[in-house]
């Protein structure tokens, strides 16, 4: 009996810990892979977002939870037609990816978010904020590609927003291009951690480069 | 049979426990559905978000005690213990909404708040730039807006029937003497500062907070800049002169310095633009300031700004007494002004604000009779000649301190109080054609305990409650100042305020010393606004009622000068003002509309009863309009002002009645000027340029229109001399500089 019990025991305790991680994992999956249908319908963003937020905070210490709740925040900004609702949403991502920061510091991604937060804040007005915001977006990428050279996102990230930058500004694909076209090489070699790292965006690049042919 | 147990008891060990469902319907406090809430298990992954009909649903496979969480951002997060077992929950959930400074009302009447943080912003710093009549300077780009006077003969802003005494600058808390250059007559003068030295300005025409005082009409509150965004160098280069600065950023950006000098030199400036005036000293100044900023531990900044400026100017007019005379006013100015004030959050919800200023101010005024050679004359008979040979020296010291303190309590509401003394010594001599010499001294010590709540009875309903205590020495007495106002917010975001105030003013310096005691002057402001903001347009109607009493009536004193002599003077102002902006209709292009309407009456200084005064008129408008044509990278900005004509008077004394009479009166031609400016940005957009141009070219005036202000009279009232601009069209050319200094690599270097 005895040894049924130890046997118990360890079977259970062993299936208990890989259940966890295996849930962690399962779920993190689960809604990673959602948020690539999301665009169809921007509401379901903010439900990614909370169900990121929940594994984020049961868990405590993944910082690739909070990375993505703050990751459907800020893509939900990009969608919201009331600009004037956008401070609040960019700042709940802010509030939820210097919580990564704080579990991962100096991780390249973690600034590229940063980044992309900054970008939702200036969309609210443009002309406006320029002078602030343009320059937070800049040294955050300069960051991240300090942080990890080999990181594809902050290429595209600036590529990006040259390319949508009017050629007068020094924009336009010209400008935009060999930045996208490295960010490509990089995708062509970049491989993530793990199946829940971040590894998004090269189809997009992919379709920037496109656009400019 | 045990190893069956065994199985048994691992079987249902690993067996997943029954699940509970949980759902639900969440709503706002008046029972609108919310959608986009999270609902979560705490601690668990289990929870959903509800749909736009605010329905959640979903199933647990917890057990037992565990809290239900709903939030939203904008809203009271909810929590609930709840008990999983087998049965279904159904929980419907009402989220009470945060007052957030976003959503709620704003506490608006009578104030043009400008900042780019702000969601009212009416005008910032590139706005100010950018309107062409404003010619770069503060007070006057705030012209095309409601409420003001479009007066050119003096500086200054007249606002609702007020003179421009009656408006008081503020900058970073602390009143500004001698904003303005120093008062030449005929010609209003520039202020002082910057544009770009400021954040944000509140423009309050009225109905203004109880942390001011001293100004019947109207304050303007600078707040002047926190830390730069990066370190810059700067150049400039124009018809008026040259400047240059630097600001630089500490590496941890908690810190930063700045100077700047500029020469202003309008010898090239009035080629150009011939001018009505015979100068015999071309307009010389030489600025320079300093400033550093350091951001304290706990969030807060300490800010120091010093200024100091020294300038010279002479010009010669036609005496208006006589056919070949002239008279020569020359004017030599030097002054200093230093601020250093501290705001911090003391933990708790406490903010603090504390500054003290110190600045001086000396002016030498000489006045010559001189003949056809430009050789003094002093001619006794008759007399009046020689009292045009005169010197005027002023000496001026002025010493402030405060301290406000504000507490923040649950949501929005706010309570503020504190103090502030101020110290005034300003010595006048004031010398005769023969030599005598009539020195005054005017010396004042004014303290005031002002206190100040901002009640927010929902996001909809808020009320501004407060009081002011004033003491000058001067004056000798107590007054007492309550302040109200109340804003309602509609469901469609436009919003409504009243507000009430009492405001108290001293009499100003230049109708001291005065011959009696004096009481202060004191006006009412009612004030009605609706007003409809959105992040691209702003519409508002603003209506006021203004009583004046206990205003400073005049009489001449032994130097011959006029002097205050008593309360007996009072008057009213009434009228409705509208402002339009827009800059969403047509692409690229920013505009705004401003109008006026002022029906205002008075009887003070040396007027013989209530008459409209000189610096009123009856209506006023402004259009302002900006494009910016993006492929030129060029900006192009137009700004027409009118006001209809403005009465004037030659009041005299009349030694019979032994009293001021009218002579003579009439009504100037109405205002009309247009302006324009171009912009032309070359580096615009460019990665990281060395340097960033703007090219400015700006021409006041365009169309050559004629513009009276006023009519000077000879001293038998025989003839009267039309008041106006000192040229027709001032052309303005210049180019500004500045140098990014790109840190962006050390900083991260540094932080790695």
Known sequence: MKKCMLFLAVVLITAG?????????????????????SFKNPASLLTLANNFERIATAEKNQWLAYYY???????????????????????????????????????????????????????????????????????YLDAAMQQDPSNPRPEYLRGQGLKYTPEQFGGGCATAKPVLQSSLDKYNKFKPVSDIHPNWGKQRVEMLLADCK | ???????????????ANAQTKISGRIADVKGKPLGGVSVALKNTYDGSTTDSLGNYSFTSTETGKKVLEATLVGFRSFEQEITLGSASLHINISLKELVTELKAVVISAGAFVASDK???????????????????????????????????ESEGLFVRGGSATESKIYMDGNLVNNFFYSSTPGIATRGRFNPFLFRGTIFSSGGYSALYGQALSSVLVLESKDLPDRTEADLGISVVGIGGGIQKLAKDKKSSWGVSYNYTNLLLGFAINKQKQDFFQIPVYHQGDANFRIKTKSGGMIKYYGYISGNKTGFRNPDIDSASLKDAFSIENLNTYQNINWKDNLGNGWRIYAGI?????????????????????????????????????????????????????????????????????????????????????????LVSVFAESDIYITNSLAAKLGGRLEHSELISKWNVAPRVSLAYKFPDN???????????????????????????????????????????????VEAFYKKYSDLYKTSVNIAGRESAASNNGFGDAKGVELFWRDKKTFKNVDYWISYSYLDTKRDFLNYPYAITPSFAANHTAALVIKKFVLPWKTGFNLSYNFATGRPYYRIAYDNAQTKYVITDAGKTINYNSMSFSVNYLPNLGKTNPKVFAVWVLGINNVLGQNQVFNYNYSNDGSRKVPVTPPSKRFIFIGCFLSFGIDRTQDAINNNL
């Open chain 1, 17 to 37: 810990a890989s259940a966890q991680s295996d849930k962690y994992m399962a779920a993190m999956k689960n809604n990673i892979a959602a948020i690539d249908t």
């Open chain 1, 69 to 139: 709740a703050a990751l459907c925040h800020v893509n939900y900004t990009y969608t919201m037609q009331d600009k004037s609702k956008i401070d609040a949403v960019a700042d709940k991502a802010t509030a939820l990816i210097d919580k990564a920061d704080s579990l991962q510091p100096n991780n390249s991604e973690i600034s590229c978010m940063k980044s992309m937060i900054a970008s939702s804040h200036m969309m609210v007005n443009p002309m406006q904020r320029y002078m602030e915001y343009g320059q937070e977006i800049s040294s």
């Open chain 2, 1 to 15: 049979m045990k190893k069956l147990i065994c199985l048994a008891a691992l079987f249902i060990g690993l067996k």
């Open chain 2, 118 to 152: 702000n969601k009212g912003a009416v005008l910032n710093a590139i706005d100010i730039v950018t309107t062409p009549s404003a010619n770069g300077d503060v007070t006057s780009a705030f012209k095309t807006l409601p409420g003001t006077q479009q007066v050119g």
């Open chain 2, 357 to 445: 200023s110190y600045s001086t101010n000396k002016d030498d005024i000489v006045n010559e009779l001189q003949d056809a050679a430009n050789q003094k004359q002093v001619i006794t008979t008759p007399v009046f000649y020689a009292f045009k040979n005169f010197k005027v020296n002023n000496r001026a010291q002025y010493a402030q301190a405060r301290v406000v303190a504000e507490k923040k309590l649950n949501g929005l509401n706010v309570i503020r109080f504190g103090s502030d003394y101020f110290y005034s010594n300003e010595k006048s001599t004031y010398t005769l054609y023969d030599g005598t010499e009539f020195p005054g001294t005017v010396k004042d010590n």
């Open chain 2, 494 to 540: 436009s919003q409504a305020s009243v507000a009430y105030g009492l405001f108290y003013q001293n009499p100003d310096r230049r109708i001291l010393p005065a011959t009696a005691n004096l009481d202060y002057s004191r006006a009412a402001h009612y004030i009605l606004q609706y007003q409809k903001l959105t992040s691209q347009r702003t519409f508002r």
